[in-house]
C-alpha cells in the first residue's frame, strides 16, 4: 500500500518559474514531512521539512505548504534555476523510518 | 569529516549468486537505514537499526534479505540466491540520534543480477 503519493512524476519549468510537487499521505500518525533532493549518482540529501503543527515553512527559495485536514503537503521552489534540475521526493514519518514518494524530476531550461 | 560510505559502488552478479554490500555510517550516529531504490521509482524501506535496540525487520521484502551491524558502525547487507528483481540501488542512510529528522544518505551500490 502506498502511503504517501507524489505527483507530478516528471517537471519541467523555464529559469526564474515556479516549480510545485504535490504529495498526499493517508497515515494521520505522521508527524513528520521532509523533502529531499537527488542528483544523479548521489543518495538524496534533506532539503526541508515540516511538522503538521505549522501551516507554511521557507527556507530561501524553497516553501513547504501544509494542509493538514486534506493530508497533503506541497514543495514550492521559487526563481527555479537550472542547478535545481534533480529529483524530489517527499517522505512521511511516524517516528519510524521515513516512507517515500514516487519522486518527481525536475527539469529547469536555461 | 567523512559521510556515509558504501561498497562496492556497482556490483554485477548472476541469478542466484549472494550478495554482500557494506555500508560504513558516520561516526557517532546511532541510527542505520536501508532502502532500495528502483528505476524511476522511490525509496522502498528494508531494515532499520538503533543503538542495541533490536532492528526494524518489516521492510524486508523476503527471507533472502537480511542485514547485521556491528554496534553502531558498519553494517552489511546481504542478498541469497540473487534473482533479477533485486537488480536495483540499494542506499544506507544514518543519523546522529533515534530521531529520524535527517539521514545522510551514501550514494549506493548499484546491484545488477543477470
Known amino acids: 500500500q502506498q502511503q504517501v503519493k507524489q505527483s507530478p512524476q516528471s517537471l519541467i519549468v523555464q529559469k526564474g518559474g515556479i516549480s510545485i510537487i504535490n504529495c498526499a499521505y493517508e497515515?494521520?500518525?505522521?508527524?513528520?514531512f521532509p523533502w529531499y533532493q537527488q542528483f544523479p549518482g548521489k543518495g538524496p540529501a534533506l532539503l526541508i521539512a515540516i511538522r503538521p503543527d505549522v501551516s507554511e515553512k521557507k527556507e530561501g527559495r524553497f516553501t513547504i505548504s501544509f494542509n493538514k485536514s486534506a493530508k497533503q503537503f506541497s514543495l514550492h521552489i521559487m526563481d527555479s534555476q537550472p542547478g535545481d534540475s534533480a529529483t524530489y521526493f517527499c517522505a512521511a514519518s511516524s517516528r519510524r523510518a521515513l516512507t517515500f514518494g514516487s519522486g518527481t524530476r525536475l527539469q529547469v531550461q536555461p | 569529516g567523512a559521510g556515509v560510505s558504501q561498497s562496492p559502488s556497482n556490483k554485477v552478479t548472476e541469478k542466484g549468486k549472494d550478495v554482500e554490500l557494506r555500508c560504513d555510517p558516520i561516526?557517532?550516529?546511532?541510527?542505520l537505514y536501508w532502502y532500495r531504490q528502483r528505476l524511476g521509482q522511490g525509496l522502498e524501506f528494508l531494515i532499520y537499526?538503533?543503538?542495541?535496540?533490536?532492528?526494524?525487520k518489516s521492510g524486508l521484502p523476503s527471507d533472502r534479505f537480511s542485514a547485521e551491524r556491528t554496534g553502531e558502525s558498519v553494517s552489511t547487507l546481504t542478498i541469497q540466491r540473487t534473482q533479477q528483481e533485486d537488480s536495483a540501488v540499494y542506499l544506507c542512510?544514518?543519523?546522529?540520534?533515534?530521531?529520524?529528522?535527517?539521514?545522510?544518505f551514501g550514494s549506493g551500490t548499484q546491484l545488477s543480477v543477470l
Open positions: 561516526s557517532g550516529h546511532t541510527a
Open positions: 542512510a544514518s543519523s546522529p540520534t533515534a530521531l529520524y529528522e535527517k539521514l545522510f
Open positions: 537499526f538503533q543503538g542495541n535496540s533490536a532492528p526494524d
Open positions: 497515515n494521520t500518525a505522521f508527524d513528520y
